[in-house]
């Protein structure tokens, strides 16, 4: 009861954590019963400038409120799963779908911001994605440019059909295109120049207490000066700390997304937080 009650103060499981669901027991049928139940919603965290300390933006991240698994299956535990059947299509619109929605709330409350969106190498391979989410988001009065898809470098590396095609696509209708968990996978600098990407996202494991080991610094520095050789924006994902922040501002990164700036939150309680963000404050 002391636990349950740290949790409601606190707003963090003090509670003993409910066993991981494993990944046998996620189904296909039970993603399906999920997408027809609307039990998956979008969680946003921001990505903030540098310099200025001003918000640039937000990432939609999935969030699946089982009634079936009594509780939140965080993406890691499905969209693998969803990826090996064709549901990651229906997923991915679903996100698609959300995000413009809320997108149009931030906007009509006066924030202006980008929304960043993953997606899988799957839905690249559809050769109408690009053309599909261009009448979305015209339907919408959304501007292209206020949208940046995440492609994981990883994902990157397979040489699935029809990618490059619709990747280019994207780019000639605005739409922005960003290269996800960079330094995990091993793309090529010829790769890099091949794909229009407007932005290099640093992943968090070369990110947060870089300070104490010199091999992950030393990936960090060279990502962020490819990044800046490339003339393409970087991130720093996984900021926990004023110690990262401070290593990753005095390494020219532009943006950062972390826990030290905001969790991801869920819609309500990131207006919140863009209503209040003051920039960082000392001490
Ligand atoms: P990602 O795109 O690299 O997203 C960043 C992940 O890092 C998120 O985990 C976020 O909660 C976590 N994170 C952010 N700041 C910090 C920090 O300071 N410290 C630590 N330790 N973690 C931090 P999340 O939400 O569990 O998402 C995991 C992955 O699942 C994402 O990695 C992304 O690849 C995938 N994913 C999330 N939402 C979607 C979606 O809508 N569609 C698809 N296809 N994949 C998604
Ligand atoms: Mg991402
Ligand atoms: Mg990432
Ligand atoms: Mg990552």
Redesign the pocket.
């Given at each position: 009861a002391l636990a349950l009650l740290l949790d409601q103060v606190f707003n963090e499981p003090f509670a003993p954590k409910p066993k991981p669901f494993g990944k046998r027991s996620v189904s296909a049928d039970a993603i399906q019963f999920g997408l027809d139940n609307d039990e998956f919603t979008?969680?946003f965290?921001p990505k903030v400038n540098v310099q200025s300390q001003c918000v640039f933006g937000a990432?939609?991240?999935?969030?699946w409120f089982s009634s079936e698994f009594g509780g939140i299956v965080?993406?890691?535990e499905f969209?693998p799963l969803?990826?090996e059947s064709s549901l990651?299509n229906a997923?991915?619109e679903r996100?698609i779908d959300m995000s413009i929605q809320e997108l149009k709330r931030f906007k009509a409350e006066g924030h202006r911001l980008k929304l960043s969106?993953?997606?899988?190498m799957l839905?690249l391979s559809q050769l109408d994605f690009a053309t599909n989410l261009a009448a979305k988001l015209k339907n919408e009065a959304i501007d292209p440019s206020d949208i940046i898809l995440?492609i994981?470098e990883t994902a990157l590396m397979r040489d699935a059909t029809n990618v490059l095609e619709v990747l280019t696509r994207l780019k000639i209708l605005g739409i922005c295109l960003s290269i996800?968990?960079f330094g995990t996978g091993y793309s090529s600098m010829s790769q890099l120049q091949h794909i229009p990407f407007s932005e290099l996202?640093i992943?968090?494991s070369f990110?947060?207490g870089a300070g104490e080991n010199d091999s992950t610094r030393r990936i960090l520095e060279s990502s962020a000066s490819l990044a800046q050789q490339l003339a393409i924006a970087s991130v720093a994902?996984?900021?926990?700390t004023r110690e990262d922040w401070d290593r990753i501002s005095a390494l020219g990164i532009d943006l950062v997304?972390?826990?030290?700036i905001s969790?991801?939150l869920p819609p309500e309680d990131f207006s919140t937080w863009l209503r209040e963000w003051n920039g960082l404050t000392e001490n």
């Amino acid at each position: 009861a002391l636990a349950l009650l740290l949790d409601q103060v606190f707003n963090e499981p003090f509670a003993p954590k409910p066993k991981p669901f494993g990944k046998r027991s996620v189904s296909a049928d039970a993603i399906q019963f999920g997408l027809d139940n609307d039990e998956f919603t979008l969680f946003f965290q921001p990505k903030v400038n540098v310099q200025s300390q001003c918000v640039f933006g937000a990432e939609a991240l999935i969030r699946w409120f089982s009634s079936e698994f009594g509780g939140i299956v965080g993406p890691d535990e499905f969209i693998p799963l969803a990826e090996e059947s064709s549901l990651i299509n229906a997923i991915t619109e679903r996100v698609i779908d959300m995000s413009i929605q809320e997108l149009k709330r931030f906007k009509a409350e006066g924030h202006r911001l980008k929304l960043s969106i993953n997606v899988s190498m799957l839905n690249l391979s559809q050769l109408d994605f690009a053309t599909n989410l261009a009448a979305k988001l015209k339907n919408e009065a959304i501007d292209p440019s206020d949208i940046i898809l995440e492609i994981t470098e990883t994902a990157l590396m397979r040489d699935a059909t029809n990618v490059l095609e619709v990747l280019t696509r994207l780019k000639i209708l605005g739409i922005c295109l960003s290269i996800d968990d960079f330094g995990t996978g091993y793309s090529s600098m010829s790769q890099l120049q091949h794909i229009p990407f407007s932005e290099l996202k640093i992943d968090r494991s070369f990110v947060y207490g870089a300070g104490e080991n010199d091999s992950t610094r030393r990936i960090l520095e060279s990502s962020a000066s490819l990044a800046q050789q490339l003339a393409i924006a970087s991130v720093a994902e996984g900021v926990e700390t004023r110690e990262d922040w401070d290593r990753i501002s005095a390494l020219g990164i532009d943006l950062v997304q972390g826990y030290f700036i905001s969790k991801p939150l869920p819609p309500e309680d990131f207006s919140t937080w863009l209503r209040e963000w003051n920039g960082l404050t000392e001490n």
